[in-house]
């Protein structure tokens, strides 16, 4: 349904789209949150990828230092495009309020967020980047309930046992409140998770930011991810056009959101998975 002066508030004027819409993407994606976010005017990025560390040796004064070169591989990363569209009336945009352009930059930008986040934690997305189903990560196991936080500190050792740090837990929303449900002992009211009290609704599980999206799988799991082993590549020519050709006899204005975005997951075993299950 096209939006007009009868459905909504005066809109959007053409020098207010691209801050309203390009620079909130990155702080309200949860895959961006959790990810280190990269850059680039490639069509590639290119992650390395250390597969062997230099031999370091112990020499006697005056002696030759053995050279041992590190070893590298490395992971490409192609960016694919998303995109939204919106059609309003000249009216609105004529009449426009920064109130109201609000409203419909953060319109576009809860699209393409679903849509960046849906993919980043899907197996395969059609037309889009391979997401965190399609690696294989290390697991811990809480059992067919969560009880404690036994299985998120396991999680956490088993990131560091590969070298990395688990820096956010995401999960479904039911699972966050599963999680947040649980209380420090029996016939206690008080919870078992802490809150994060410099962002509002944060909450902690074993000391680490616990991030929520609808997007994550709703069968309990919940992924440890180090920053600094996860990427979301984003292409700098993110692009917010308005044309007017297309609905000319109308006299309203398309509002078109082009991004191209791709995810790196350059240590899989560093992305640890907490599943509700028992061990197999």
Do not use: C
């Given at each position: 349904?096209?939006?007009?002066?009868?459905?909504?508030a005066?809109?959007?004027?053409?020098?207010?789209?691209?801050?309203?819409?390009?620079?909130?993407?990155?702080?309200?994606?949860?895959?961006?949150?959790?990810?280190?976010?990269?850059?680039?005017?490639?069509?590639?990025?290119?992650?390395?990828?250390?597969?062997?560390?230099?031999?370091?040796?112990?020499?006697?004064?005056?002696?030759?230092?053995?050279?041992?070169?590190?070893?590298?591989?490395?992971?490409?990363?192609?960016?694919?495009?998303?995109?939204a569209?919106?059609?309003?009336?000249?009216?609105?945009?004529?009449?426009?309020?920064?109130?109201?352009s609000?409203?419909?930059?953060?319109?576009?930008?809860?699209?393409?967020?679903?849509?960046?986040?849906s993919?980043?934690?899907?197996?395969?997305?059609?037309?889009?980047?391979?997401?965190?189903?399609?690696?294989?990560?290390?697991?811990?196991?809480a059992?067919?309930?969560y009880?404690?936080?036994?299985?998120f500190?396991?999680?956490?050792?088993?990131?560091?046992?590969?070298?990395a740090?688990?820096?956010?837990?995401?999960?479904?929303?039911?699972?966050?409140?599963?999680?947040a449900?649980?209380?420090?002992?029996?016939?206690?009211?008080?919870?078992?998770?802490?809150?994060?009290?410099?962002?509002?609704?944060?909450?902690?599980?074993?000391?680490?930011?616990?991030?929520?999206?609808?997007?994550?799988?709703?069968?309990?799991?919940?992924?440890?991810?180090p920053?600094?082993?996860?990427?979301?590549?984003?292409?700098?020519?993110?692009?917010?056009v308005?044309?007017?050709?297309?609905?000319?006899?109308?006299?309203?204005?398309?509002?078109?959101?082009?991004?191209?975005?791709?995810?790196?997951?350059?240590?899989?075993?560093?992305?640890?998975?907490?599943?509700?299950?028992?061990?197999?």
């Amino acid at each position: 349904m096209a939006t007009n002066t009868t459905t909504a508030a005066s809109i959007l004027r053409p020098e207010q789209v691209g801050p309203l819409i390009v620079q909130p993407l990155t702080t309200q994606s949860v895959a961006m949150q959790a990810s280190t976010v990269a850059q680039t005017d490639a069509t590639e990025f290119r992650i390395p990828i250390i597969t062997g560390d230099p031999d370091a040796s112990w020499v006697p004064e005056g002696t030759e230092i053995p050279v041992d070169d590190a070893d590298f591989d490395e992971e490409v990363v192609v960016p694919k495009k998303v995109a939204a569209l919106s059609v309003l009336s000249n009216e609105l945009i004529e009449d426009s309020s920064p109130e109201a352009s609000a409203v419909i930059g953060a319109r576009l930008v809860q699209s393409l967020v679903r849509k960046v986040d849906s993919a980043w934690f899907a197996t395969a997305t059609v037309n889009g980047p391979a997401g965190l189903g399609s690696i294989t990560p290390s697991e811990t196991y809480a059992g067919a309930a969560y009880a404690n936080v036994d299985a998120f500190l396991e999680a956490i050792t088993a990131a560091e046992s590969v070298g990395a740090q688990v820096n956010s837990f995401v999960t479904h929303p039911q699972t966050a409140l599963a999680l947040a449900k649980l209380k420090k002992a029996a016939g206690s009211n008080e919870p078992l998770l802490q809150r994060d009290v410099t962002v509002p609704g944060g909450r902690v599980v074993a000391g680490v930011p616990l991030l929520v999206s609808p997007d994550a799988p709703n069968d309990g799991s919940v992924y440890g991810i180090p920053k600094d082993r996860t990427f979301v590549v984003v292409r700098r020519d993110v692009q917010v056009v308005l044309d007017s050709s297309a609905f000319f006899t109308s006299d309203r204005t398309a509002v078109r959101v082009t991004a191209r975005i791709g995810f790196g997951f350059p240590h899989p075993a560093a992305v640890v998975k907490v599943n509700k299950t028992v061990a197999p």
